[in-house]
Nanobody, 120 residues
């Protein structure tokens, strides 16, 4: 099993920054693809960003490109989401997730989520 624990959420004013962390433990693998997703009240969960453990290849949703940066520290088994220029519409519960091969389907492991609230 794999455990994912997010931290770093909170309340911030529009234009501010937050950094989320996701600590992975258990049967982690260099073949994981790690992702951040978010779900706002009354909305579907949506993709935010992904990164591959080995080569650090990243992918972002259009809504966060240029504002958010996903990164990882392999030695610490931790993935980060640096969020800058936050907007009220970024308010959501943010989830960390891990996907094992074969890729492209549902993610296999999920964290409990961390709340991000951006005030206007």
């Amino acid at each position: 099993q794999v455990q994912l624990v997010e931290s770093g959420g909170g309340l911030v004013q529009a234009g501010g920054s937050l950094r989320l962390s996701c600590a992975a433990s258990g049967r982690t693998s260099s073949r994981f693809v790690m992702g951040w997703f978010r779900q706002a009240p009354g909305k579907e969960r949506e993709f935010v960003a992904t990164i591959t453990w080995t080569f650090g290849v990243t992918n972002y949703a259009d809504s966060v490109k240029g504002r958010f940066t996903i990164s990882r520290d392999n030695a610490k088994n931790t993935v980060y989401l640096q969020m800058n220029s936050l907007k009220p519409e970024d308010t959501a519960v943010y989830y960390c997730a891990a996907q094992v091969p074969p890729y492209g389907g549902e993610y296999d492991y999920w964290g409990q989520g961390t709340q991000v609230t951006v005030s206007s």
